[in-house]
T-cell receptor, first 116, second 117 residues
Framework: AQKVTQAQTEISVVEKEDVTLDCVYETRDTTYYLFWYKQPPSGELVFLIRRNSFDEQNEISGRYSWNFQKSTSSFNFTITASQVVDSAVYFCALSEARTGANNLFFGTGTRLTVIP | EAGVAQSPRYKIIEKRQSVAFWCNPISGHATLYWYQQILGQGPKLLIQFQNNGVVDDSQLPKDRFSAERLKGVDSTLKIQPAKLEDSAVYLC??????WGVGNSPLHFGNGTRLTVT
């Protein structure tokens, strides 16, 4: 069965610090997809990134970067030079090809607070 | 493009009452999902529709929960009778494609926050 672990329940950083959110996953499928979503206080889930299991290239998008390592089953998310607007709950999620690429299994989330 | 619309935004009911939530997905999105998010947890899939057919409802408590998407567009999720543990945010999401990878991620609505007292 699939499992997503976000061991960090809450993180607080001071504005402009870098912060890394950890995500460890378990799956028996060889084809799977990993996601990060942001949930600000308003409640909607905002899609940040999707990677498939065959693409281990790290990705950078502005101040966001993602490190996918199959060897450790991890898909960590780093925010560089954090800003107050980054304060939110961040969810890592997994889906498996056999059950549908958009049938997401979410972790419990990490609440990030950026202090001005 | 307009996002996924959900209503109501908030709902408070007493246990054993019934409640219904409505979702209008992004225009043209074939696949629609209902997720339940209990406070402090990640969302959990309840049911997935492809057009007006159910693809996966394995995690839907069918003794009290029901959902439909009659014309393959809007969807309603109903709880009858509600229990205290049903207090949660109910999120609707849609995507252009369903089963395959595609390029379309899930788009979520703002959710309906249900409180059962």
């Amino acid at each position: 069965a699939q499992k997503v672990t976000q061991a960090q329940t809450e993180i607080s950083v001071v504005e402009k610090e870098d912060v890394t959110l950890d995500c460890v996953y378990e799956t028996r499928d060889t084809t799977y997809y990993l996601f990060w979503y942001k949930q600000p206080p308003s409640g909607e889930l905002v899609f940040l990134i999707r990677r498939n299991s065959f693409d281990e290239q790290n990705e950078i998008s502005g101040r966001y970067s993602w490190n996918f390592q199959k060897s450790t089953s991890s898909f960590n998310f780093t925010i560089t030079a954090s800003q107050v607007v980054d304060s939110a709950v961040y969810f890592c999620a997994l889906s498996e090809a056999r059950t549908g690429a958009n049938n997401l299994f979410f972790g419990t989330g990490t609440r990030l607070t950026v202090i001005p | 493009e307009a996002g996924v619309a959900q209503s109501p935004r908030y709902k408070i009911i007493e246990k054993r009452q019934s409640v219904a939530f409505w979702c209008n997905p992004i225009s043209g999105h074939a696949t629609l999902y209902w997720y339940q998010q209990i406070l402090g947890q990640g969302p959990k899939l309840l049911i997935q529709f492809q057009n007006n057919g159910v693809v996966d409802d394995s995690q839907l408590p069918k003794d009290r929960f029901s959902a439909e998407r009659l014309k393959g567009v809007d969807s309603t999720l109903k709880i009858q009778p509600a229990k205290l543990e049903d207090s949660a945010v109910y999120l609707c999401a849609s995507s252009l494609e369903g089963w395959g990878v595609g390029n379309s991620p899930l788009h979520f609505g703002n959710g309906t926050r249900l409180t059962v007292t």
